[in-house]
């Protein structure tokens, strides 16, 4: 079945472009314009990606990105109408699980499309038993993808924020560099001046409780990477 697709931006122009485009590659696509558009058709149905411009009217795709993420694990590219580093850095704050910034090339939106809707792919639950990673009073659910407290209070993770603590906690005690990191998450090297996975590590720790002054959990080892400095047991 085709993979549905949600282009949120208010350019009839440009909407109508990644409608052909994205198409022509095999996908449904859907638009609109506005957040109140937006939260209509997602009503209506739920698509498998949605695409979301930064510079909306009414709401703006920030606060839009950061009200889904609240209630839903649905995959977001956010689109950016500069190459600020604040912009991307922010959206990937409210929860977006890539960025890019216009204008771009239409070659590599359908890349980052793909690569997104794969990571989300690799982590659905497929009839086999639940699985989970119990680490420092922490459970971390593979199958529902979500973060468990010790009071069993559920806590929803972004596709990104999983497939990280995922890597993270397969493998325990092990420093992981920035490269190795971005590679697994995204399939492309990190850019010197590319923070994305930084960006994750700050999420993930304020979601462990875990102080970036002093960070416990996930710790920075200095000119080398980051890594889960805990044991980690996996249960059926």
């Known amino acids: 079945m085709n993979k549905k ?14 409608r052909g485009y994205l198409g022509n590659n095999g996908f ?11 939260r209509k058709m997602l009503e209506a149905s739920t698509p498998d990606l949605l695409i979301l411009d930064l510079m909306l009217p009414g709401e703006d795709g920030l606060t839009l990105c950061r009200n889904l993420r609240a209630a839903s694990r649905l995959p977001i590219l956010m689109l950016t109408a500069r190459g600020d ?18 204008p771009f090339n239409p070659r590599e939106l359908l890349a980052r499309i793909r ?12 009839d086999r038993p639940a ?30 924020e999983f497939r990280l603590l995922h890597l993270l906690a397969e493998t325990p005690n092990c420093v992981f560099s920035r490269d190795q990191l971005t590679d ?8 010197p001046f590319d ?38 047991e996996a249960s059926a």
């Open 115 to 126: 690569s997104i809707l794969r990571r989300a792919e690799d982590h659905e639950p497929r």
């Open 184 to 191: 697994a998450m995204a399939g492309r090297d990190a850019g």
């Open 85 to 102: 580093d604040m912009d991307r850095i922010i959206g990937l704050e409210m929860g977006a699980d890539d960025y890019l910034p216009k």
């Open 131 to 160: 699985k989970a990673l119990h680490f420092a009073g922490w459970t971390l659910d593979l199958a529902a993808r979500n973060l468990i407290d010790s009071d069993g209070i559920v806590i929803a993770l972004s596709t990104g």
């Open 28 to 38: 449904l696509v859907e638009t609109a314009g506005d957040g109140q558009s937006m």
């Open 195 to 232: 923070r994305t996975i930084d960006v994750m590590i700050s999420r993930l720790r304020r979601r462990l409780n875990d102080d970036a002054r002093d960070p416990q959990l996930i710790k920075t080892v200095r000119s080398e990477g980051y890594m889960l400095a805990t044991r980690v």
């Open 5 to 18: 697709i949600l282009v949120v931006d208010d350019d009839p122009e440009l909407t109508e472009l990644l």
